[in-house]
């Protein structure tokens, strides 16, 4: 099959916008509206950009990171004519081994945005153990997700007398990183491909009839 997508490959994003939302997707890659940002996402990014750059942070979190020797490992490979992209957060070259690092903060109710379970159903992993396999013909089975508790910082200002604290909308790491590890069998590397490859195919064919209707 010859695959026509709006990008020249398909990547993690892609793939999971269009299984959630069809509609984000041709917004998105289509019509290339702005991606969706919060102090979340921005400040995930701040974290992954100061990781792979080796710039200062608190020496006490960068114990607890695992470092594996290539940060931000860019991964091309194609299989049956789709060209595939991936960027894996950290990943060791020898081992063939991936890691990705999340950060978040817990809920009102204090639970965490990541347990077992929950890392166990993540399918960018899976997704990621699939590239590497491509391209390098076999990946380490076990992955590690370690996820950076953040937290809204307090602001403290003098008023009348009195100190007043706020929350404010600048995150800051709390120092606390849950490391998850979990296996990724051959059989489920094996159905991700059988579905990245429907996938695309189903946007082939939706973004070749969206441009006969433009």
């Known amino acids: 099959m010859i695959y ?24 998105r890659y289509y019509l290339k509206e702005a991606p969706f ?17 080796e710039e200062h942070m608190d020496d006490d979190v960068v114990s607890q990171i695992i470092n594996y020797p290539c940060k931000e490992y860019k991964v091309e490979t194609e299989h049956e004519g789709l060209q595939l992209l991936g960027y894996i957060d950290q990943f060791d070259d020898k081992e063939l081994r991936i890691m ?17 379970m929950k890392v166990r159903k993540h399918k960018q992993l899976v997704f990621y153990s699939m ?3 491509l391209k390098h013909g076999t990946v380490h089975e076990e992955v590690i997700l370690q996820w950076l508790e953040t937290e809204f910082a307090q602001d403290s200002r003098e008023f009348d007398g009195h100190t007043l604290t706020t929350k404010s909308r600048n995150l800051k790491l709390t120092g606390n990183i849950e490391t998850f590890k979990r296996t990724i069998k051959d059989w489920e ?12 195919a189903e946007i082939t064919e939706d973004y070749e009839l969206w441009k006969t209707k433009k």
């Open 100 to 116: 990705e690092m999340k950060t978040g903060h817990k809920n009102k109710q204090g639970k965490s945005p990541w347990d077992r």
């Open 37 to 53: 940002t919060s102090p979340e996402t921005l400040f995930g990014n701040k974290i992954g950009d100061m990781v792979e750059n």
């Open 189 to 200: 590397i094996d159905n991700m491909l059988e579905d990245v490859l429907l996938v695309a």
């Open 131 to 133: 590239l590497v396999k």
């Open 4 to 27: 026509n997508l709006p990008k020249p490959y398909l990547s993690y994003s892609q793939y999971t916008i269009w299984k959630s939302s069809k509609d984000s997707y041709r917004k």
